[in-house]
């Protein structure tokens, strides 16, 4: 139907990833003022599991799709059969790894636009409105369509709710392609440690090439332990070989989009600030006091990174002691 919406939902074993709720609890709210409802679309080994999960954030119904999702051809191939059956207003995925490769080949294959890394969905005049950064994050622009929208959202730019919906489970009458020469997933291999993921976190904690050796790391470990939250670095600190990539937020490593962003002795050049000027709260700590990153900072404090973040740090855990 014209105002519905469906939203891809990513699982692991039948636990619903965060992004993929937080995407239902838009969708939900869109869909009340389109004046429709919310299908989740689960597929792979679980699925029938994250039927509950998805109905307590807004879908209506789950469509399990039996098809082989290290096939992302077939996947997406999948998706759109149920889209172009459904004709929606909005098909919606998590702005992720596999959000980022499954809804192109959707778009491609519907031959419909996608907005992709929208920080914010609306709806205006009875259309769907997505908001995105362009320019490495120096402009937001609208961007709408008549007819289906597609679009990825980005992680934590909506915080995920519970909005029970009645979660009616079924599977999907469509059929996934046979397997083709297209490129297949072969494994994911888990990271060996627990550490947050990065685009996840609600706080992330970064430092920069001004903490002068990797050794000086452990200032920034050591805060973003205390705030329960996911280590960062800037491009000059991952080039150096101080820290790795899948740290590196900026216009060529990760974008985030936390509650709070602490960046610790980085100055703030464009393409680090195109990776987490969309960040809720940005709290600054350098002793350059005409660095940029002041610029788009909500606090900033004016000093030596060696003195400030162990204090820092002590303060947060004194307080977390005091409950």
């Known amino acids: 139907m014209a105002g519905d919406i469906l939203v891809v939902a990513e699982h692991s074993d039948g636990a619903v990833k965060r992004p993929s709720l937080e995407a239902l609890t838009c969708a939900a709210g869109l869909a009340g003022s389109l004046g429709g409802s919310v299908t ?3 597929a792979g080994p679980g699925a029938a599991d994250a039927a509950s999960a998805c109905g307590a954030h807004g879908a209506a119904k789950v469509l399990t799709l039996d098809v082989d999702v290290a096939d992302t051809n077939a996947w997406a ?3 759109a059969g ?3 059956e459904a004709s929606p207003a909005l098909v919606l995925f998590s702005h992720t790894a596999r959000g980022k490769d499954l809804a192109p080949r959707v778009a491609g294959k519907l031959d419909r636009p996608l907005a992709s890394d929208c920080t914010e969905l609306s709806v205006d005049g009875g259309a769907v409105v997505a908001r995105r950064p362009v320019y490495a994050g120096k402009a937001l622009v609208n961007v709408s369509a008549s007819g289906t929208l597609l679009a990825t959202l980005r992680p934590n730019a909506v915080p995920a709710t519970e ?3 009645a979660g009616e489970t079924s ?8 397997k083709g020469l297209g490129a297949v997933l072969a494994e994911i291999v888990a990271a060996a440690s627990e550490k947050i993921e990065l685009t996840e976190a609600a706080v992330v904690v970064s430092g920069g090439r001004g903490l002068k050796e990797a050794a000086n790391f452990n200032l920034v470990e050591d805060l973003a332990a205390a705030l329960g939250g996911a280590v960062g670095a800037s491009r000059a600190v991952v080039d150096a070989g101080w820290r790795p990539h899948t740290e590196q937020v ?5 974008t985030v989009s936390p509650n709070l962003y602490i960046a610790i002795a980085i100055s703030g050049a464009i393409q680090h600030l195109a990776g987490m000027r969309t960040s809720n709260y940005i709290v600054a700590i350098n002793k350059d006091p005409e660095a940029p990153i002041f610029k788009v900072a909500d606090y900033g404090i004016v000093g030596d990174a060696f003195e400030v973040v162990p204090r820092l740090t002590e303060a947060v855990k004194a307080a977390a002691a005091a409950g």
């Open 40 to 42: 989740a679309l689960v």
């Open 77 to 79: 191939a999948a998706v």
């Open 82 to 84: 149920v889209a172009t």
């Open 163 to 165: 909005n029970a919906a």
């Open 171 to 178: 599977a999907a009458d469509v059929k996934a392609p046979e």
């Open 250 to 254: 900026g216009q060529t490593g990760k």
